[in-house]
């Protein structure tokens, strides 16, 4: 029944396609701003990187739909989805996952893909894709690594000692510079690129619904304390040249990089240009961790809330600069925090973290609206209709997903649909996006 209902709507899409080539346009750059449909295109976004896992159980489809239309009516266009994800014994990673080994596939994941992506579409949604991680929570570059070389990775969840993380990011950050590994990589961009969606029938490089390709979730060149050799240029060659083959396979679509900004690039602000400074580098983006980089404390939350706005703004204007310097648009990709005192639960307060995002919205707006580069925003992370669960009982359950990675406390950065006061921020925001793509648009015709 689906393939016949698949047929149909390949159908219909190639005929729309045909009677309108402009029914159907895809996100581009313009300078320092996105074009969509000849217009310039903001957007107010999340992150929601488990829609495959969702859409790969009938019960979680049902989920999928919900929190789908919840976000439609908040005003939220773009979604950040993993589209790589690697099985890995690591202690902490994903047990199942969308590449079981090199080139094998759990075709319910794919389909559970495809049906997000089909599920956007039809509510005008846009997804950025990052293809994998370097972090250990989904395998990521660590487990290409591993099947280029057979090599055991670090965990670093089994051991409290820091030094653990230093060498699990050393040994993920060699990825780079391992031409087996990165061959296995480009195996599965080619595959998930030139795939053929399930529900529509429409190649994944051909989907309007898809805004970009991302590289990897937050690549780094190294840890903050290196322990072999630092390779910058490698890192950097990786970017510009996975970027190019990316658009050799695939011309429709922008592709970006996925990092942190300067924390993730060594901190070091010449890294971070020169890693977006090529053309096939489409736009930059950067994250905001303010409990990681030790400027928030969740349990003297109100003491340390303004400080971290602070060198958040501060972080925020650096980047802004910097894309400015590089004449492409940025987005505020990843950003969250915590509810107060450190509790994951819903109807939990969430003074801190409201007064956070208020503060980053309202950053990210006046910049637009000054005509600046700062383009979008996507919060970490959607926990909408779920509930947090121990971390064994999170796969293939549809109500256990809410938006945190395994290795973490489930629930501590999820936005659940419940938590009132943050949707109606969150709602706000998107809607003064909107309102600005009108804004600006009606003032240059």
């Known amino acids: 029944m689906k393939k016949s209902y698949s047929s149909f709507l390949s159908f219909i899409f190639t005929l729309c396609f045909a009677l309108n080539s402009n029914s159907q346009p895809f996100i581009k750059v313009n300078g320092n701003h996105f074009v969509y449909r000849d217009k310039t295109y903001y957007f107010a976004g999340v992150n929601m990187w488990y829609a495959a896992y969702l859409g790969a159980i009938p019960e979680g489809r049902e989920r999928l739909i919900q929190e789908l239309d919840t976000l439609k009516a908040i005003g939220i266009t773009n979604i950040r989805i993993a589209g790589g994800t690697e099985r890995s ?4 990673s994903i047990s199942r996952a969308i590449q079981t080994d090199p080139g094998v596939y759990d075709e319910g994941l794919l ?18 894709i990052f293809l994998t991680n370097f972090w250990p929570w989904s395998g990521g570059m660590a487990q290409y690594v591993a099947w280029a070389t057979n090599a055991k990775i670090p965990d670093p969840d089994l051991s409290s000692d820091w030094r653990e993380w230093q ?10 510079t391992n031409e087996k590994a990165n061959q296995l990589f480009r195996n599965h961009i080619d595959f998930i690129v030139n795939r053929t969606n399930t529900y529509t029938g429409v190649r ?17 060149p190294c840890p903050d304390v290196p322990i072999n050799e630092v390779n910058i240029p490698a890192f950097i060659n990786w970017a510009h040249e996975t970027a190019a083959y990316i658009h050799s396979l695939d011309t429709n679509h922008l592709v970006t990089t996925g990092t942190e900004g300067k924390v993730g690039c060594f901190h070091k602000e010449e890294i971070f240009f020169q890693l977006h400074d090529s053309k096939y580098i489409d736009y930059a983006n950067l994250h905001l961790w303010p409990r990681n980089w030790q400027w928030f404390d969740c349990q003297h939350f109100e003491g340390t809330i303004q400080h971290s706005i602070e060198k958040a703004n501060e ?8 894309a400015l310097k590089l004449g492409k648009p940025i987005t505020l ?14 109807g939990s307060a969430v003074t801190a973290r409201d007064t956070f995002l208020r503060a980053m919205f309202d950053k990210a707006y006046r910049n637009a609206k000054e005509g600046g580069p700062m383009a979008g ?4 992370a959607w926990g909408g209709y779920g509930k947090p669960h121990p971390v064994n009982e999170v796969i293939d359950n549809a109500k256990a997903y809410v938006g945190d990675p395994l290795e973490e406390m489930q629930g501590l950065n999820s936005v659940y649909a419940g938590d009132n006061s943050t949707i109606q921020i969150i709602k706000k925001h998107a809607g003064e996006m909107i309102s600005l793509c009108r804004e600006q648009n009606f003032s240059r015709k």
């Open 89 to 92: 014994d690591l202690s902490s």
């Open 111 to 128: 389909e559970g893909l495809d049906f997000a992506l089909a599920e956007m579409g039809k509510r005008g949604m846009h997804a950025v």
């Open 167 to 176: 060498k699990f990011m050393d040994f993920s950050a060699s990825f780079y």
């Open 204 to 220: 994944y490089k051909d989907d309007p619904v898809i805004m970009a390709w991302e590289l990897a979730n937050e690549p780094r």
């Open 315 to 322: 972080y925020v204007n650096l980047h802004i600069e910097m």
């Open 333 to 346: 990709e990843e950003f969250g925090m915590e509810r107060d005192s450190c509790n994951a639960f819903q």
């Open 377 to 380: 925003t996507n919060v970490w």
